[in-house]
């Protein structure tokens, strides 16, 4: 019988055997499901931070633009008419002329005539997509201007405001644009096409950086300055007048104008590009109706190769009084030197004969730098020019002037 008994033992051994494994396994299953609840609550856990911490950035972030845009300005200027969009602009261009005119080296602290300082008020209302109606007014506030300022002269005393423009000013796509008061006139800026960058130091107007600065005969000062012998003959600058733009075709536009006192003054422009080269050009006749000097025949161009930034200038002009001359010629680079903005290199060289009822003559070589501060508006500029005159076939002094300064735009 206990033969019998062995395997019904063995059997029960067994079956105990297994169900002892399986509620181990049991438990490990147990446990690890524990494990994972435990995990899974962590992570929710670490979610809802995530969260948390996502929606405290964003409401930092709505708090700083809310703040960024309350400590923004407003605007406090606006037009008196509804349909009238108004813009405020100016610069502000002020330099350092040091001046060697064989007698003496004097500093002079000079606003830049080459380009003024100014501010402007522009209105421009759109009737339609063709037709626009617009009013200008441009002043100008200078302070010792640097065509003015001579040796016996250092100081011009308080700043003066001078009206440059006031125009209203009517402009049709297909029509072209009629523009009324004073303004440029149709010839203003022919000889001063230029594309080198360096205009505000240095370009066909000689006499704008140190025209007032008076030549020197034997130790003596004379009354011949530099804006006598040297002169652009730049049409007629800014007048009264009633002025006709057309519309531009191929590039070209045909201007014209009648000013008070019997003169006018018509140009041709131009400007486009020849594959990598861009150009500029203009040309004008004017009737100055000035003491029997009856026209004045001037032009300018301009050409830059964009990709390697050199670039050429050029500019002439006659009157029939006196016969009167001036040729101009500049050559200029403009280089990518520094990520703020353009760095523009010139040279050039002007000869102007016989101005201001005398026989003078003007020589001229000059060289220039000017560094863009692009995101400000901002031109960094210095150079050096050389003069060197006669009149009445007496030969003067030459004059050094080194100019350094700054033309900040708004």
Known sequence: ?????????????????????????????????????????QLEAMQERLDELQRQTEAATDTAREAAEAAAPEAVIESGEERIK?????????????????????????????SST??????????????SIGALIELEVQSNPSNEVSQEDEDTGTATVNDRKA????????????SLGQGSTASDGTSEVDLSGTDVIGYSSI??????????????YTDVDIGDVFSNLDGLSRQD?????????????????????????TALRWAGDFGDIEAAAAAAYSNPNDDGNDYIINGSAS?????????????AGTQDEQSAKTGYIKAGYIAELVDIGSTNFSVDYGRDVNFNDSSSEGNTIGGFAVQNLADFGTEFFTGVRWHEGQADDNSFDDIWVLTFGSRVKF
């Open 1 to 41: 019988m206990q033969a019998r008994l062995l395997p019904i033992a063995s059997l029960l051994a067994a079956t105990m055997a297994s169900h002892g494994a399986l509620a181990q396994s049991s438990e490990e299953v147990d446990l690890l499901r524990q494990q994972i609840e435990a995990q899974q609550r």
């Open 86 to 114: 108004l813009s405020i602009s100016g610069q502000v261009n002020r330099a350092v002329n040091i001046a060697d005119d064989g007698r003496r080296t004097k500093v002079y602290n000079v606003d830049n005539d080459n």
């Open 118 to 131: 100014r501010f402007r008020f522009d209105g421009e209302g759109t009737v339609n997509e063709e037709f």
């Open 167 to 178: 125009e209203v000013i009517f402009d049709h796509e297909r029509f072209g644009a009629l």
């Open 207 to 220: 006499s704008d950086l140190a025209g007032g600065l008076l030549f020197v005969d034997s130790d003596e």
């Open 241 to 265: 007048r009633i002025r006709y733009d057309t519309p531009e075709f191929a590039g070209f536009q045909l201007s014209g104008d009648v000013i008070s006192n019997q003169r006018y003054s």
């Open 303 to 315: 050409a830059l190769h964009k990709p390697s930034g050199l670039n050429l200038t050029v500019a």
